[in-house]
């Protein structure tokens, strides 16, 4: 594909094109990149990545799947059944692999390797700001998500230790949900989230696909043989309203969003092409689609109308099947949260270096003492937030409303702006070569008219003396020359 020259003036902020840890920000777990060198601004210079295609498959899957697993349910419910909520999903379907293929594109042509960089260089300075912004709110608000479901799966598994299936509050002080929550923060995520380096994303990786397809077996193994105990609600079969419908689409947007993380994906391709990459999302998102589809359509089947936001909570707390499920839950978030905030925090350290003017920060001391203090803000921040607001509902229906920008409106304005900078390109380079046409095709008619005939050489020959027809033919050469 022809390179296209995009807007890519950092200068207006004053700072460096590599500040800080903005430029390893937002890699997908497994995604293994060499920073750029001078060598790859040009398609020769290009340094291939080492994912297969197979590989690239497998890194997607497992950036779209997560704990927006648990909503999917609540999401068909609210979209009014079965029908509607496949339909929903289907449709959608489209324009999230569209998105995906329209940033492999723009990152091929403004040769950049992370969302937010793409952004910045294909719209300019205010809309990479406001994607810079976007993303950090989006993964704070995820992190919250994730405290509020942690706190919801050890309910659960308290209440069963507690030998108090239906109820746990009422139990010790050290089995209260905010005791419980703050104590898991301090002594696994804060440790994890300080490091400037996240290595074990590889582990996070492996671990959160197995919790995914276990949480999904079975609650189809819970739908084809449901307890006895388990009454299910209501079963709609239409929605109520249209907006009834569009309601869910935060929902199946924070389940899809794959897409910050798939632009380094699609660079660490040994072979990043565009017609490749839209084979690689494509059969990502059927396999995300089938797992989804499958937790959704039996976890609503299951319980109806009655399914709670996290569907888990809806089944009984003495199942051990479910208990493994909650545990494996668990395990992944506690992962997840440190990579969500690395990405975050990122974010926050290149606006600031950016809007400082610093480039690349030397001083290890300072850069530590920085570092430490966002990770604390960040994490007591996230803490309080999850502790007074337990209704995961709330938190997804924010943060799917940000994960629909990265689907649809940033990689929209990220094509249209390409489109935009390759037609300038196109058009001057075409009028050029037409005028250098015209040019020529002028100066040959313009040196022939100047060009005596034969018939005027030889009555000139005849009519002047000897010595001037001489001088005569000697100035003619001369001009031609």
Not at 146 to 172: C, H, N, T, W, Y
Not at 264 to 270: D, L, W, Y
Not at 376 to 399: E, M, N, Q, R, Y
């Amino acid at each position: 594909m022809a390179q296209v020259s995009i807007n890519s003036d950092y200068s207006e902020w004053g700072s460096s094109t590599d500040a800080g840890e903005r430029a390893r920000l937002l890699q997908s777990p497994c995604v293994d990149m060499a920073p750029k060198s001078e060598s790859e601004a040009s398609p020769e210079g290009l340094d291939r990545g080492t994912t297969s295609t197979l590989g690239a498959i497998f890194i997607v899957v497992n950036a779209c799947l997560g704990a927006g697993l648990l909503n999917f349910p609540a999401a068909f419910s609210t979209a009014g059944g079965v029908a509607a909520g496949v339909t929903l999903q289907m449709g959608m379907l489209v324009f999230i692999i569209s998105g995906l293929v329209i940033l492999a594109y723009c990152s091929q042509a403004s040769n950049e390797r992370t969302y937010q960089e793409v952004v910045w260089a294909v719209c300019g300075k205010l809309t990479g700001v406001l994607c810079e912004v976007a993303i950090a709110i989006y993964t704070f608000g995820t992190c919250i998500a994730f405290l509020i479901i942690i706190g919801d799966q050890q309910d659960k598994i308290i209440a069963v230790m507690a030998k108090d299936p239906e109820e746990a509050s009422g139990g010790p002080w050290y089995t209260d949900r905010k005791f419980t929550i703050s104590l898991t923060a301090f002594l696994f995520i804060l440790p994890l989230s300080i490091p400037r380096e996240i290595g074990f994303q590889k582990y996070a990786s492996f671990l959160s696909v197995v919790g995914t397809w276990y949480v999904t077996a079975i609650i189809i193994i819970k739908y084809i043989w449901p307890d006895k105990e388990m009454t299910p609600g209501d079963i709609l079969t239409r929605p109520a309203s249209w907006m009834a419908v569009f309601n869910a689409m935060p929902t199946i947007c924070f389940g899809f969003q794959c897409h910050v993380s798939s632009v380094p994906v699609f660079n660490s391709m040994r072979q990043p092409e565009v017609k490749t990459w839209g084979g690689v999302v494509t059969a990502a998102m059927v396999i995300a689609l089938a797992v989804y589809m499958g937790t959704g359509i039996c976890g609503f089947l299951t319980f109806g109308a009655a399914v709670d936001p996290d569907v888990l909570l809806s089944y009984p707390s003495e199942d051990m099947a479910v208990a493994v499920a909650r545990a494996f839950i668990i395990l992944s978030v506690l992962t997840s949260y440190p990579i969500l905030h690395f990405c975050g925090r990122a974010v926050v350290e290149g606006l600031w270096l950016r809007y400082q003017g610093m480039p690349v920060e030397e001083d290890v001391g300072r850069e530590q003492r920085r570092r430490v203090l966002q990770t604390l803000v960040w994490f007591l921040l996230t803490l309080l937030l999850a502790l007074f607001i337990p209704d995961i509902g709330k938190v997804i229906s924010v943060i799917g409303g940000l994960a629909a920008c990265f689907i649809f409106v940033f990689p929209g304005l990220c094509l249209i702006q390409a489109k935009l900078s390759e037609m300038e390109e196109v058009k001057p380079a075409r009028l050029d070569k037409l005028l250098r046409l015209a040019s020529s095709r002028l100066s040959i008619l313009s040196t022939w008219d100047q060009c005596p005939t034969a018939p005027d050489i030889e009555s000139q020959a005849g009519l002047l003396p000897a010595r001037e027809y001489s001088a005569y033919q000697q100035l003619n050469l001369s001009s031609h020359s």
